[in-house]
């Protein structure tokens, strides 16, 4: 018989059950179902997939609400760092996201894959 999921398994698979209900049939739902995977999935996976719902249901502030959190679990995600940058630019406008990536370079002056995104974003 097959072995029983774990707990970070059955959240992993409710958060892509809300983001393919966000995205495809109702947001409201989405964020029910988000709501259900919080005490399962792990807590980085559970803000990633809850930035991503806000995303498709057009609540950006609240997206980057939810990458702001991920970035303090996680300060050197790439990911993170770039949607932080999207999310800056779509609420405030290109500048701030330019000097918020500028910001975390220089917190993180050794961390070649931010630096290169910085100066991708310079381009």
Known sequence: PPEPANKAEVGEVILFHAEMKTNYESPTEGFEILEKAKDLAPKGQWLRSAARVCLIAGEL????????????????????????????????????AVRWVREMGDRFPNFHPLQQFHAELLR
């Open 61 to 96: 502030a609240e997206a980057r609400k939810h990458w702001e959190e991920l970035q303090k679990i996680e300060p050197l995600a790439v990911d993170v760092h770039r949607n932080l940058a999207r999310a800056y630019s779509d609420l405030e406008g290109r500048e701030s």
